[in-house]
């Protein structure tokens, strides 16, 4: 069964700081990583990887693929109040349905 | 990107009833998923939507607890039947854009259920 563990489950952290969110997956048939913010219900999609080692940048936002080693992780500089959220990853394993296996999510509290 | 439009947004439902959630889409796809979010928990797809088809249920859920129709390719609902407190969820239904097959998925707003 595929399996996304995000580390770590919650972290609180004063506006200007770099976060760092990790996101490790054991999954059957790779396709591609998803990362989403979810504030209140909905999840909004960030970042869809790939490929190893190619940064995807967003304003504040980047994240990388480690394929060999089967993790990914993202990254938000200079965080601000706003940047407060659960940050999910997700994995696509492909396949007819597109099934996405969800991690449980970091929950990020930036103060002011 | 797709706009998704859920409905209810929230309810509060008794023991023993069924609710049904709607879920329509500014344009034609051809999947519809539905995702559970139990509180505490990582979402959890429930079952795939196809036009003209019968769902496709995940491991854990069935049709009889989680009827779906899909009559044409931008509205489906989704139905939580004889609830307990444990369907206390979000229930979010979410569509693929572009049809690409990579699960760049886009989300309605969801419908948060509270079953007392």
């Known amino acids: 069964e595929d399996k996304v563990v995000q580390s770590p489950l919650s972290l609180v952290v004063h506006e200007g700081d770099t976060v760092t969110l990790n996101c490790s997956y054991e999954?059957?048939?790779?396709?591609?990583l998803l990362w989403y913010k979810q504030e209140k219900k909905a999840p909004t999609f960030l970042f869809m990887l790939?490929?190893?080692?190619i940064e995807k940048k967003s304003g504040r936002l980047s994240s990388i693929l480690d394929k060999k080693e089967l993790f990914s992780i993202l990254n938000i500089t200079a965080t601000q109040t706003g940047d407060s959220a659960v940050y999910l990853c997700?994995?696509?394993?492909?396949?007819?349905?597109?099934?996405?296996?969800f991690g449980k999510g970091t929950l990020l509290t930036v103060n002011p | 990107s797709a706009v998704i439009s859920q409905k209810p947004s929230r309810d509060i439902c008794q023991r023993g009833t069924s609710l049904t959630i709607q879920c329509q889409v500014d344009?034609?796809?051809?999947?519809m998923f539905w995702y559970r979010q139990q509180p505490g928990q990582s979402l959890t797809l429930i079952a795939t939507?196809?036009?003209?088809?019968?769902?496709?249920?995940e491991s854990g859920f069935v049709i009889d607890k989680f009827p779906i129709s899909r009559p044409n390719l931008t509205f489906s609902t989704l139905t939580v039947s004889n609830m307990s407190p444990e369907d206390s969820s979000i229930y979010l239904c979410?569509?693929?854009?572009?049809?690409?097959?990579?699960?760049?998925?886009?989300f309605g707003e969801g419908s948060r259920l509270t079953v007392l």
């Open positions: 939507a196809n036009q003209g088809s019968e769902a496709t249920y």
């Open positions: 997700a994995h696509n394993s492909g396949g007819s349905n597109y099934k996405l296996t």
């Open positions: 999954v059957t048939n790779f396709r591609s």
């Open positions: 344009s034609q796809v051809t999947m």
């Open positions: 979410s569509v693929e854009e572009g049809g690409s097959g990579t699960g760049e998925l886009f």
């Open positions: 790939t490929s190893s080692g």
